[in-house]
């Protein structure tokens, strides 16, 4: 089976940097993606890592470590709107999500 | 590119009908389209594996009668709530795997069902 563990809640200010942790257990593995859902949307893609190492998108990083079966989702420069709901998700034969992390970004 | 739409965005229907979900991937081809079931404040749950031409692969604890998938081409895949009750009122949302590259997987935006 596959499990995925995230911190359910983090707290942050603006301008600040936070990482939000994930661990996974998985038979089979593609790779560790990230999604951000507002409250009412939909998930959108963030990042997707299928190799070991840090991928960066603007204020966005994600890390990948497969040998400890560990990820992260960094975000920079903290911004009000960055408040929404975080997923990990991993790929292998479908995509499983994470219970998910809910991220407020306080004035 | 690597969009996939569904359709309706939202949908309100009375106890005992039944409501059809569609999804497309609009420009890729996708073998492979999944279906997740979200509730309030809760995470994706994987309902079923659907797969172009053959039958779909449900997770455990969903019903395959009421929660008929369909995955007739290459591009559309449809779930059809059967005799839905207000507890089936929930965000239905698809994706699709593209096989090109990274066997990445693109969401839908969603659909908003409300059961009376």
């Known amino acids: 089976g596959q499990s995925l563990e995230q911190p359910s809640e983090v707290t942050a200010v603006e301008g600040a940097i936070v990482q939000i942790n994930c661990t996974y257990q998985?038979?089979?593995?593609?790779?560790l993606s990230w999604y951000q859902q507002h409250d009412g949307g939909a998930p959108t893609f963030l990042s997707y890592?299928?190799?070991?190492g840090l991928e960066e998108t603007g204020r966005f990083s994600s890390f990948l470590s497969r040998s400890d079966s560990y990820g992260y989702l960094l975000l920079q420069e903290l911004q009000m709107k960055d408040s929404a709901s975080y997923f990990c998700?991993?790929?292998?034969?479908?995509?499983?999500f994470g219970a998910g992390t809910r991220l407020t970004v306080k004035p | 590119g690597a969009v996939v739409s569904q359709h309706p965005s939202w949908v309100i229907c009375k106890s005992g009908t039944s409501v059809k979900i569609e999804c497309r991937s609009l420009?890729?081809?996708?073998?492979?389209m999944f279906w997740y079931r979200q509730f309030p404040k809760q995470s994706l749950m994987l309902m079923a594996t659907?797969?172009?031409?053959?039958?779909?692969?449900?997770e455990q604890g969903v019903e395959k009668d009421k929660f008929l998938i369909n995955h007739a081409s290459l591009t559309l895949s449809t779930l059809t709530v059967t005799s839905a009750h207000p507890e089936d009122s929930s965000f239905y949302i698809c994706?699709?795997?593209?096989?090109?590259?990274?066997?990445?997987?693109?969401f839908g935006p969603g659909t908003r069902l409300t059961v009376l």
């Open positions: 994706s699709a795997r593209d096989n090109r590259g990274l066997n990445e997987q693109f």
């Open positions: 998985t038979s089979g593995f593609y790779g």
């Open positions: 890592n299928a190799l070991d």
């Open positions: 998700a991993v790929s292998a034969n479908d995509m499983r």
């Open positions: 420009d890729f081809q996708a073998t492979t």
């Open positions: 659907s797969n172009e031409g053959s039958k779909a692969t449900y």
